[in-house]
């Protein structure tokens, strides 16, 4: 079976949750509770709240996502 597509999102971390999980609010203003990729955890990549992330979420559970890339502000 081929894998399923998922959804590629934005959206902005609004708070930090134990288990290193986030609370986002999407561009759309939907929230949703997200988690990190295993390479973003592998690379001890940091997300702290305000930053600005891309999600990918399954077409089957739209209330968590994973956090796939954090946007750099300059």
Same mark, same amino acid.
């Given at each position: 079976?081929?894998?399923?597509?998922?959804?590629? #999102? @934005?959206?902005?971390?609004?708070? +930090? /949750?134990?288990?290193? $999980?986030?609370?986002?609010? !999407?561009?759309?203003?939907?929230?949703?509770?997200?988690?990190?990729?295993?390479? #973003? @955890?592998?690379?001890?990549?940091? +997300? /702290?709240?305000?930053? $600005?992330?891309?999600?990918? !979420?399954?077409?089957?559970?739209?209330?968590?996502?994973?956090?796939?890339?954090?946007?750099?502000?300059?």
């Amino acid at each position: 079976m081929a894998k399923e597509e998922l959804i590629e #999102m @934005r959206g902005v971390v609004s708070e +930090v /949750l134990p288990d290193s $999980r986030y609370r986002v609010t !999407l561009e759309n203003g939907h929230s949703l509770v997200a988690y990190t990729a295993g390479k #973003m @955890r592998k690379n001890h990549i940091r +997300v /702290l709240a305000g930053d $600005r992330v891309s999600l990918e !979420l399954s077409p089957y559970d739209l209330s968590k996502a994973r956090i796939s890339f954090r946007h750099l502000d300059r």
